[in-house]
């Protein structure tokens, strides 16, 4: 199991820390029982995840998501330049 493991792990992220910041990152590990390395993985990959997620969400005031949900219910009519622009599109890309 750990050659699975290690080769699954096969890329590597280097930072420097000041003393103070390894102390706390080692004494949060052994909190959780594990060692500093998978300690800093798994936060990193969780604040890495959560930063991603925070930017692929869309949130919306009550009034925006009413006028947005509209919109998308009942598109308006496409104005003349909106069909010349589709026209260019289709005629450039065939």
Same mark, same amino acid.
């Given at each position: 199991? !750990?050659?699975? =493991?290690?080769?699954?792990?096969? +890329? %590597?992220?280097? #930072? $420097?820390?000041?003393?103070?910041?390894?102390?706390?990152?080692?004494? #949060? !590990? *052994?909190? %959780?029982? =594990? *060692? !500093?390395?998978?300690?800093? @993985?798994?936060?990193?990959? +969780? #604040?890495?995840?959560? =930063?991603? $997620?925070?930017?692929?969400?869309?949130?919306?005031?009550? &009034?925006?998501?009413?006028?947005?949900?509209?919109?998308?219910?009942? /598109? /308006? +009519? /496409?104005?003349?330049?909106?069909?010349?622009? #589709?026209? %260019?599109? @289709?005629? &450039?890309?065939?």
């Amino acid at each position: 199991m !750990a050659t699975a =493991t290690a080769a699954r792990r096969s +890329e %590597r992220l280097d #930072a $420097r820390l000041t003393r103070e910041e390894k102390e706390i990152i080692e004494t #949060a !590990a *052994s909190l %959780r029982g =594990t *060692s !500093a390395s998978d300690f800093v @993985r798994m936060v990193i990959k +969780e #604040a890495a995840l959560k =930063t991603i $997620r925070e930017h692929e969400v869309l949130t919306l005031s009550e &009034e925006s998501r009413r006028v947005f949900v509209e919109a998308l219910l009942n /598109p /308006p +009519e /496409p104005n003349a330049k909106l069909i010349a622009a #589709a026209r %260019r599109y @289709r005629q &450039e890309i065939g």
